[in-house]
Nanobody
Framework: QVQLVESGGGLVQAGGSLRLSCAASGSVTSINTMGWYRQAPGKQRELVGTITSDGSTNYADSVKGRFTISRDNARNTMYLQMNSLRPEDTAVYYC??????????????WGQGTQVTVFS
């Protein structure tokens, strides 16, 4: 069992920056891929980006060049550095962790989410 806890959300002006953290605890040795998702009011949950255990990343087109995902394996923590924030980035941001077999998730865990609000 893995527990994920997001932190670092808050209120920020457009153009500003924010860093989210996702701390993993429990049976973390089986986790391969971690990722960030977000869900805005009235919208579907969407992928922000993912990172594998060896540091390989991919991002949604909407955040490329502005957001960066990293992980500290020693601390079992994943980060989302968000720069040049826009009002449309406003959402609840969720952390996810999965054990993968190739591209197939064998199991997946979710955090509770942290609110990010960007105002103009």
């Amino acid at each position: 069992q893995v527990q994920l806890v997001e932190s670092g959300g808050g209120l920020v002006q457009a153009g500003g920056s924010l860093r989210l953290s996702c701390a993993a605890s429990g049976s973390v040795t089986s986790i391969n891929t971690m990722g960030w998702y977000r869900q805005a009011p009235g919208k579907q949950r969407e992928l922000v980006g993912t990172i594998t255990s060896d540091g390989s990343t991919n991002y949604a087109d909407s955040v490329k060049g502005r957001f960066t995902i990293s992980r500290d394996n020693a601390r079992n923590t994943m980060y989302l550095q968000m720069n040049s924030l826009r009002p449309e980035d406003t959402a609840v941001y969720y952390c996810s962790a999965a054990g993968m077999l190739g591209s197939l998730p064998l199991y997946r865990y979710w955090g509770q989410g942290t609110q990010v609000t960007v105002f103009s």
